[in-house]
């Protein structure tokens, strides 16, 4: 949806989620010598300012990356994320928050293929700018889910998809399940990263659960799912409550690292007593 712009919700606990697992993946797949190609279909800008308009309309990142800046007692793996985030940054001041492909950029090597897809004519632009220079780098502004058709295989047949659109459009979770399945189709090694907002609607509750069922049926290294709840929704049922990462084919270290992880961070970012998590994942 060309409304919805990535910057009022940059840094929020969504985004700490999804950035840790992000994070994590990319650091295990670049410790093989062979490259490895990213797809990111939903890239955004790049990078957000957390000083600007957008930010500051709702300051959600008061309430996720702002809670572990500065923290000594940080878990390995998220130490390593707000690490990036400080290395974003050029300093110790929360000015900056990197996005997907930022993050990707400091943990991808110059041999490693970065494919990024943006249809916001204006965050595409950013992007283009920031990233279009980097060596084996394509920044289209196009469909990403689309574009899935001509990614998959990658050439070094290793690949990482990451998929997570704004879910402003209830059309975004019928076209998340078929993206999924094209991508195992063609490529059924594919490591799939999907995003995923927990809300009190149907589609976003069944919504793992069809992941899951379309990576039972091909994915050689099966599913993993995390998930946390950091607060209630409002008095009439709406708000985002939490989020959750569907990861088919994971590497094999990313369950231990969340089941680390998890309980402090529900802790840090929970706004509620009830706050929680769920991890749960199922071999081939």
Known sequence: MLAYRHAFHAGNHADVLKHLVLTHVLRYMAEKDKPFTLVDTHAGAGGYSLEGKYAHKREEFAEGIARLWGRADLPQALADYVRRVREFN???KLEQYPGSPALAQMLMRPTDRL???ELH???YRILEAFLGKRPHTQVSMSDGFAALKGELPPP???GVVLIDPSYE??????KVVAA???ALQRFADTVILVWIPQLQLLESAQLPQRLQ??????APKGWLHARLTVRQADEKGFGMIGSSMLVINPPFVLHEMLQQTLPWLTDVLGQYDGAHFLLEQ???
């Not at 459009?169 to 019928?174: E, I, M, R």
């Not at 069922?213 to 091909?218: S, T």
């Open 169 to 174: 459009l209830k059309s975004d979770y019928g």
């Open 121 to 123: 004519p204006t965050d």
């Open 180 to 182: 999924v399945r094209e």
């Open 213 to 218: 069922a379309a990576a039972d049926a091909v």
């Open 282 to 284: 199922r071999a081939a």
């Open 156 to 158: 070094s047949r290793r």
């Open 90 to 92: 050029g300093g110790d």
């Open 115 to 117: 494919r990024l897809y």
